[in-house]
Each structure stands twice: as C-alpha cells, then as structure tokens.
C-alpha cells in the first residue's frame, strides 16, 4: 500500500532543496518556501540529508515519457478521452499510454491521473538506488 496523506508539492520540494544547497538552513529555508520546520527535516530524512537526484529531461531521449507529454495525458483523461485517443494526439502506441495510466495511478489519487505526480514516480522508479562497487 502506497503512503497516505497529501499530495506531495514537488515545485516547494525543489524550492526546499535548492536553498538548502545553496547555503541556508533548514529552519530558515523552511520558512521562506512556507513549510513547517517537520516537514522540512523529514523531507531531509528521507533522502539522507542529500538532494534527489533530478534525471535532465534531455539527456532521457524519445523513449521515454516527458512531463509535457504526462501533463498531455492527464489534460486528455480529464476531458473523457479514451486510450486509443489519446495515444493518436501524443504520436505514442496506445500500449504505451495504457501502460503509463496503469503504472502511475493509485486508487487513492484524488481526481485520477495527475501529470506531475506520475512524472515523480516515474523518475523514482528509474533512479533504482544501488549500493556503490568500492567499499
């Protein structure tokens, strides 16, 4: 079961982490950004007081979902588009779409599909963290 709660706000997150590698505190980045100070040190917690390794949208090349492309898709459920649909207006196999509708859902998600929120998931699934070779 995935975790409960809100939605995590990903534009504050990387707000958040920006000041923080740019010199200013938690308390103070926490503040400027508009979260409480928990959240903040819970968001370093979870990551191991490093930032999250961002994926350059660049560098993933056309295999791969884009966040316009996600946002595309999300945009089109919402009107009542069907898969197939969908997929002739992106210019992708509709296995494609259904499999990305499939993958990065949750029952839990308030109002279906969100673009942004599938885009994170994606690019966390891609990050697979392995332990390094050289101890």
Do not use: F
């Amino acid at each position: 079961m995935g975790r409960r709660g809100r939605k995590r706000q990903l534009a504050v997150e990387d707000a958040y982490w920006q000041l923080i590698m740019a010199g200013v505190g938690t308390v103070e980045a926490c503040q400027r950004v508009g979260i409480t100070r928990k959240t903040g040190y819970r968001w370093r917690a979870e990551r191991g007081g490093l930032p999250p390794l961002r994926v350059v949208e660049e560098e993933r090349g056309p295999r791969y979902l884009s966040l316009l492309e996600r946002r595309r898709i999300a945009t089109l459920r919402r009107a009542g588009l069907g898969v197939r649909m969908i997929a002739h207006e992106l210019g992708r196999s509709p296995s494609t779409v259904s499999r990305e509708l499939r993958r990065n859902r949750r029952r839990h998600d308030v109002g279906g599909y969100d673009g942004e929120l599938a885009h994170h998931r994606a690019r966390e699934r891609a990050r697979r963290p392995r332990t390094g070779r050289l101890a």
